[in-house]
């Protein structure tokens, strides 16, 4: 199986900063958002061998980030600071790849800029992840589940979808589901309609967080969808196609288990929440 992780947009909510720095390498307590998701994607439990990261040419820090730095280690080693060296060895190592979007044109776009090495990939009939850079799951326990769920229904697409208050939903793409509760498996909802950003009358409070796991069959599909809201190619509204063909389920994810970084006070929040629960910095609250 193979990942793809979205990392092109211009991070305006986080100006000034991100006029030099790409937002996604803005540090969560010691290391960069973008590493936990590469680590989450290539976890064991993940069955994910490969990752792609979609972004744009504007942000070369991104690819120095995961390319090895043997200069930098020897450096760290002559010093007597072998375990930073080995974190740097260890993210120079991490089997990622790069794709570029030519300017930001939605998440539909970023995941199409994909077709060419996922087609390529050793079982391209296989459903392949999308993690967007901007959510982190730091204990790696959401794509599992996905995979669980999509073998359990013929390798069916799967999305991760967190509670959130009504008035949030207008933020995100949003599900109208069915519960399996009654058929024994909680937390998975078989997915009837989705609706990009609703400003009125969302069809439920259950928000795509960002992890899918999808059939190729969207690929396809992606080709030929239309901008949609925004003027961008929409994923939710390739998805909505794709249920016109398929089943698609959705696994509910615990609030504890994901972690917004895509607004500044988001940033600030997840790494309050994250420190408070690290022993290392225990000693700042």
Same mark, same amino acid.
């Given at each position: %199986? ?27 307590? &010691? ?11 290539? &976890?064991?439990?993940?069955? =994910? ?16 980030? *995961? ?8 450096? !760290? ?20 790849? *790069? ?16 077709? &060419?090495?996922?087609?390529? =990939? ?16 730091? $204990? ?63 069809? $439920?409070? !259950? ?12 690929? &396809?599909?992606?080709?030929?969808? =239309? ?25 509910? %994810? ?32």
């Amino acid at each position: %199986m193979r990942a793809v992780i979205t990392a092109a947009g211009l991070g305006t909510r986080f100006l000034p900063v991100t006029k030099a720095i790409p937002k996604e390498l803005l540090p969560v307590l &010691d290391k960069p958002a973008i590493q936990y998701v590469v680590e989450e994607a290539l &976890d064991s439990a993940a069955q =994910a061998e490969a990752v792609l990261i979609v972004t744009n040419s504007s942000k070369p820090a991104i690819q120095a980030h *995961f390319q090895p730095d043997p200069q930098l280690e020897r450096q !760290l080693i002559a010093a007597g600071k072998t375990q930073l060296a080995a974190g740097v060895r260890t993210v120079g190592a991490l089997p990622v790849e *790069f794709a570029f979007q030519a300017e930001p044109g939605g998440l539909g776009q970023a995941v199409a800029c994909a077709g &060419d090495w996922l087609r390529t =990939a050793p079982r391209p009939q296989e459903p392949f992840y999308v993690l967007l850079a901007d959510a982190l799951v730091p $204990s790696a326990t959401v794509l599992p589940r996905l995979l669980a769920t999509s073998r359990a229904h013929n390798g069916a697409s799967v999305l991760a979808v967190l509670p959130v208050a009504l008035e949030e939903t207008r933020r995100f793409g949003v599900i109208a589901g069915e519960s399996l509760a009654a058929a024994g498996e909680e937390g998975v909802w078989q997915v009837r309609g989705l609706v990009e950003k609703p400003q009125d009358s969302p069809p $439920s409070n !259950l928000a795509v967080f960002g992890r899918y796991l999808l059939s190729p069959r969207i690929l &396809d599909i992606l080709e030929h969808t =239309a901008p949609g809201v925004a003027g961008e190619i929409q994923l939710t509204d390739a998805l909505v196609s794709l249920l016109a063909e398929e089943e698609i389920y959705a696994v509910e %994810m615990d609030p504890e288990e994901g972690f917004d970084v895509g607004t500044s006070s988001e940033w600030l929040r997840t790494n309050l929440r994250l420190a408070a629960r690290t022993a290392a910095y225990q000693d700042l609250f």
